[in-house]
Structures are given as C-alpha cells and as structure tokens.
C-alpha cells in the first residue's frame, strides 16, 4: 500500500520560499497523479496545485498562480512544491494526494491516498 508523507513545511517571513516534498513508500507512485491542497484553521481543504502522473497536465488554484511550482521526479517517487513569494493568507497544512483517476483535479474526493500534511506558517 503507498504511503504519502509531507516534509518541508516551516515558518518563513512574508516574500520568502520554501519547497515542499511529497514522498511515496510502499509502492510506487504510478501511475497516479498528484494534487497538493492547504488547510488553514477554521476553513475547508482548498485545492493548491496538480500534476498529472507524466507531467503533462499541471493546474494551479488562482491564488497561487505565478508563485508557486509544482514538479515530480518518478524516479524518486517525489513531487515537489516550490512556493515563492510567500504570503500570510498562505499559512496553512499542506496535504499531498494521489488518485489513478483525476477527472476533476479541485476535488478531495478525487484521490484515494492523502499523506498526513506539513505545517507552512508565513508571518508578516
């Protein structure tokens, strides 16, 4: 069975950067496609970023648009977050998951295997 697991997360200023990895043991990753979501406290899972398993379909949710990157290594069996420009509405646990079929990438419901989630805070 894969697991997923989040690292990378931390506590940054305004403006700066951190890059998130999300790793799979067990099994490897593909196919299956990827998708990284944030949930800051008191509001729902939102949808961040989405990479298809071949790296052929990427989508980002607006708010991230410009500043973030979302890539994957299959060999590593590791996606990777880079998340530049970092604001405090950003702050938030940071989820990856992987399903094998992805019609809608916004969707939770959409994946089938969720890691456990990274902290990222941005302070002013």
Known sequence: QVQLQESGGGQVQAGGSLR???????RTFG????GWFRQAP????????????KGINIYYADSVKGRFTISRDNAKNTVYLQMN???PEDTGLYYCATG?????????DEYD????????TVSD
């Open 20 to 26: 998130l990895s999300c790793a799979a043991s067990g």
């Open 31 to 34: 196919p299956s496609h990827t």
């Open 42 to 53: 008191e509001k729902d899972r939102e949808f961040v970023a989405f990479i298809s398993w």
């Open 85 to 87: 420009s970092l604001k």
């Open 100 to 108: 094998n079929i992805v019609p809608e990438p916004q969707r939770t």
């Open 113 to 120: 295997r969720w890691g456990r989630g990274t902290q990222v």
